[in-house]
C-alpha cells in the first residue's frame, strides 16, 4: 500500500500564498488518484481537491475552487497543493488522501490511504 506524508504548513498572512507537498512511497504512484481534505477545529473533515491518477481534470470544493490549485509530478512521487489568496477560513489541518479507485469522489469514505496531515494557519 501507498504511504503519504504531507509537508509545507505553516502559519501566514491573509492575502498569502502556499504550497503543500505530498510525498507518496510504496507500490507505484501514478496507479493512484490523489486529493487533499481539511479539517478545522470541530467541524467536519472537508473535501478540497481531487487530481485522476493521469493528471487531468481536476475538481475542487466550492470553497477553494478558483484560488487553489492541485497537481502531481508521477516522476516525483509527490503531489501538490498550491494556495492563493489565503484567508483565515482556510485554517485547518490539511491531509492528503489516496485511492485505487478510478472514478474519484468527493466522499473521505472513499479514499483509502491518508497522511498524517499538516496544520496551516491563516492570521488576519
Known amino acids: 500500500q501507498v504511504q503519504l506524508v504531507e509537508s509545507g504548513g505553516e502559519l501566514v498572512q491573509a492575502g498569502d500564498s502556499l504550497r503543500l507537498s505530498c510525498a507518496a512511497s510504496g507500490p507505484s504512484f501514478r496507479v493512484y488518484g490523489v486529493a487533499w481534505f481539511r479539517q478545522a477545529p470541530g467541524k467536519e473533515r472537508e473535501f478540497v481537491a481531487a487530481?485522476?491518477?493521469?493528471?487531468?481534470?481536476?475538481f475542487y470544493g466550492d470553497s477553494v475552487e478558483g484560488r487553489f490549485f492541485i497537481s502531481r509530478d508521477n516522476a516525483m512521487n509527490t503531489a501538490y497543493l498550491q494556495m492563493n489568496s489565503l484567508n483565515p477560513e482556510d485554517t485547518a489541518v490539511y491531509y492528503c488522501a489516496a485511492t485505487a479507485i478510478v472514478f474519484l469522489s468527493r466522499n473521505r469514505g472513499d479514499w483509502q490511504y491518508w497522511g498524517q496531515g499538516t496544520q496551516v494557519t491563516v492570521s488576519s
Open positions: 487530481l485522476p491518477r493521469d493528471g487531468r481534470d481536476a
